[in-house]
C-alpha cells in the first residue's frame, strides 16, 4: 500500500473552473509539498506545509494533520496549469529526510 | 540565481554498462537527493547526502550509489545497467535536509 494517495488520478477542467486535487497519508509527517510537472519531466516546488493553509497567486493548499488530508486548490483556471500535480510527504521518522510521493494527478485545463 | 543543474539532460547506455550522473545544487545548498520516476513506479527516493555524508537511502540495490563532495555537488552511479533503470532521475537542493526542495530538469537514462 502507498503511503501516499493521491485523488483524482486524471482531471479535465474547463478554462476558469475552481479544481481541487486531494491527497491522503497514512504515515505521521514532518511536512507535505505540493509539486508540479510539466512535459519534459522540470519538478517545481509549489508549496510546502506543516499546517493550516498556505496561498500563492490562484492555487491555495490546505493540510488537515488530524485526518491526515491534505488538497491543492486552483482558481480561475488557465490551460498553463495543465501538468501532472504530485502529493509528497517528509515523514516523521528521525533522521528521516526522504520524501514518499504519491502517483500524481493528470490536469487537462481546455481553452 | 541559478537553478539546480543536471547533467547530462539525456543519456542512452548498454545493458551492462555502468553510468555516472551530476548534479550541482542551488549556491548555498547543502543538501543533495536524488529520485527516480519511471511509468510503473512512479517517483521513489533514491538517497540524501548533506555535508558529503550520506543520511538516507531509500531501497533499491547496491548498484546505486552515490558520493557529494565538498562544494556539495553530487554525483550517482549505476552499475551494471538493467533495462529496468531506464527512467528520468532527478535530483532535488535544499538549505537544509527536508526544507524547501528545489529540482533540477533531470536526467533522462535509456537503457538498451
Known amino acids: 500500500k502507498n503511503e501516499v494517495e493521491q485523488s483524482p488520478q486524471n482531471l479535465t477542467a474547463q478554462e476558469g473552473e475552481f479544481i481541487t486535487i486531494n491527497c491522503s497519508y497514512s504515515v505521521g509527517i514532518s511536512a507535505l509539498h505540493w509539486l508540479q510537472q510539466h512535459p519534459g519531466g522540470g519538478i517545481v516546488s509549489l508549496f510546502m506545509l506543516s499546517s493550516g493553509k498556505k496561498k500563492h497567486g490562484r492555487l491555495i493548499a490546505t493540510i488537515n494533520i488530524q485526518e491526515k488530508h491534505s488538497s491543492l486548490h486552483i482558481t480561475a483556471s488557465h490551460p498553463r496549469d495543465s501538468a501532472v500535480y504530485i502529493c509528497?510527504?517528509?515523514?516523521?521518522?528521525?533522521?528521516?529526510?526522504?520524501?514518499?510521493f504519491g502517483t500524481g494527478t493528470r490536469l487537462t485545463v481546455i481553452p | 540565481k541559478a537553478g539546480v543543474t543536471q547533467t547530462p539532460r539525456y543519456l542512452i547506455k548498454t545493458r551492462g554498462q555502468q553510468v555516472t550522473l551530476s548534479c550541482s545544487p542551488i549556491s548555498g545548498h547543502r543538501s543533495v537527493s536524488w529520485y527516480q520516476q519511471t511509468p510503473g513506479q512512479g517517483l521513489q527516493f533514491l538517497f540524501e547526502?548533506?555535508?558529503?555524508?550520506?543520511?538516507n537511502k531509500g531501497n533499491f540495490p547496491g548498484r546505486f550509489s552515490g558520493r557529494q563532495f565538498s562544494n556539495s555537488r553530487s554525483e550517482m552511479n549505476v552499475s551494471t545497467l538493467e533495462l529496468g533503470d531506464s527512467a528520468l532521475y532527478l535530483c532535488?537542493?535544499?538549505?537544509?535536509?527536508?526544507?524547501?526542495?528545489?529540482f533540477g530538469s533531470g536526467t533522462r537514462l535509456t537503457v538498451v
Open positions: 532535488a537542493s535544499s538549505p537544509t535536509p527536508g526544507y524547501g526542495y528545489t
Open positions: 509528497a510527504v517528509t515523514p516523521n521518522q528521525t533522521g528521516a529526510n526522504n520524501l514518499f
Open positions: 547526502y548533506f555535508s558529503e555524508t550520506q543520511r
